[in-house]
């Protein structure tokens, strides 16, 4: 009986196995991988794990071509957190972008049209595409106050590698899962959060539009 019953088990690894191992790697055949985070902040990682983002804060994914960052806020007498904003940085053109439930705003469009970046609008989606094939679309809210959606799909060069301090973690094969301890997923939160406020803090991607306006303005 006993030894059924270890090779019942030996199967069921061995399926297991199996199974995971069929997960498509990031090959010019399957090139892409997602990462999404809803309007109740659950995040969904490259690899597949999720975990709830409620904690208010700034916080960015990296990409060596690009930067975006997340303003998650609970605005007074609300009762729960919400995606307030997101903001798009491409990193080689200077193009930046913000998005909240009042809309677009470019930093300058003109360094956005000269890399071929435009924030197209169609109902309530906002979808930037860079000149890499990366696409971010943002999720519009039905009112002000509600909370925006995200969803992240890079382009493998290859397979995607994980940048340091990126929230989307790795895409890996077998499918990663979310950090296996609690200090683990607060460490990774800690090292994809700006400490700056987002409105004066020089490396918040809110006040990079705002300067690249005034400079467009001349002022």
Not at 29 to 39: I, K, S
Not at 58 to 68: A, D, E, I, N, T
Not at 83 to 104: P, Q, R
Not at 165 to 194: F, I, M
């Amino acid at each position: 009986m006993n030894r059924v019953s270890g090779l019942l088990a030996l199967l069921c690894v061995c399926v297991s196995s199996a199974a995971l191992a069929q997960r498509k790697e990031l090959t010019p055949a399957t090139p892409e991988a997602t990462c999404e985070l809803t309007p109740a902040l659950r995040l969904t990682m490259l690899g597949g794990g999720s975990f709830d983002l409620k904690e208010p804060a700034l916080y960015f994914f990296s990409r060596s071509r690009s930067q975006v960052q997340v303003l998650v806020s609970q605005p007074e007498g609300a009762t729960e957190p919400r995606l307030e904003a997101v903001g798009f940085w491409h990193l080689k053109s200077e193009c930046l972008i913000s998005v909240d439930a009042k809309g677009v705003q470019y930093g300058s469009k003109l360094d956005c049209e000269d890399a071929e970046i435009e924030a197209k609008v169609k109902g309530s989606e906002v979808t930037i595409q860079t000149p890499e094939k990366d696409v971010f679309k943002v999720t519009l809210p039905s009112k002000e106050s509600a909370s925006l959606g995200l969803r992240i799909t890079l382009v493998a060069e290859g397979n995607f590698r994980r940048v340091w301090g990126s929230l989307c973690g790795e895409y890996k094969n077998p499918p990663a899962t979310v950090p296996g301890k609690a200090d683990e997923l607060r460490q990774l939160k800690r090292h994809s959060t700006l400490s700056q406020d987002y409105k004066t803090g020089t490396n918040s991607i809110f006040h990079m539009v705002g300067e690249a306006q005034k400079r467009a303005r001349g002022e």
